[in-house]
């Protein structure tokens, strides 16, 4: 079954802005993951945030983890065209010391306008 | 560098004629996955190996199966497409189960059933 949900469906913004997305998830979890995905093509895994950290931060990308509300949220500051694709979070079924199987939402279209 | 490559990036096959993709890593992960992504939808699990275990998801139809004969190649058989099978199929590889590891994905085989 599905675990994580992303917010918004899809998202428009002007080159410059900052973008950000939201995951909720269901059960308890080691860790949350964000993909990328430009059209066509495969994921690109971005940042792991792990279920005791709160924010973690790489490059532009700054992620949060709240799991008492289980949702996280992807910011991405000073977006670039570039940065159009799909944006997936990706949970793990929280087993004890880990499990190699994820479940993804179904993802955030991001479109930044030049 | 180190990757995983799928071959064919686009295949078309005619509705009921057997089909296999391929996937292959240089990365010497001990897992290999085999996900199935329709437009607009999540990545969906179908099977995984760790090492040469398989391990298949409970809702993979059986007209789907998997084989790994070394640590390097996968290939994902459908053995009757359906015009409902026709999707991005994406092998992705990791180092194993540990809370912190993460997927690395391929290109994606775009499979299209006429």
């Known amino acids: 079954s599905q675990q994580g949900e992303e917010d918004p469906q899809a998202l428009s913004i002007q080159e410059g802005e900052n973008a950000t997305m939201n995951c909720s998830y269901k059960?308890?979890?080691?860790?949350l993951q964000w993909y990328r995905q430009n059209s066509g093509r495969g994921l690109v895994h971005l940042i792991l945030i792990r279920s005791n950290e709160r924010e973690k931060h790489s490059g532009r990308l700054r992620v949060t983890l709240d799991t008492s509300k289980k949702s996280s949220s992807l910011l991405i500051t000073a977006s670039r065209a570039a940065d159009t694709a799909s944006y997936f979070c990706?949970?793990?079924?929280?087993?004890?010391?880990?499990?190699?199987?994820?479940?993804f939402g179904k993802g955030t279209k991001l479109t930044v306008n030049p | 560098d180190a990757m995983v490559i799928q071959n064919p990036r686009y295949q078309v096959t005619q509705f009921g004629k057997p089909v296999t993709l391929s996937c292959s890593q240089t990365?010497?992960?001990?897992?290999m996955y085999w996900y199935q992504q329709k437009s607009s939808q999540a990545p969906k699990l179908l099977f995984h190996y760790y090492d040469k275990d398989f391990n298949n998801e409970a809702d993979t139809p059986d007209n789907f199966q998997s084989r790994r004969p070394n640590t390097s190649f996968c290939f994902l058989d459908i053995r009757s497409p359906g015009l409902g099978d026709a999707a991005m199929y994406l092998c992705a590889t990791s180092i194993g189960q540990g809370i912190t590891d993460t997927q690395y994905f391929g290109p994606g085989t775009r499979l299209t059933v006429l």
């Open positions: 059960t308890s979890i080691n860790n």
């Open positions: 990365l010497n992960h001990n897992v």
């Open positions: 990706a949970t793990d079924d929280g087993r004890q010391g880990g499990s190699e199987k994820l479940v």
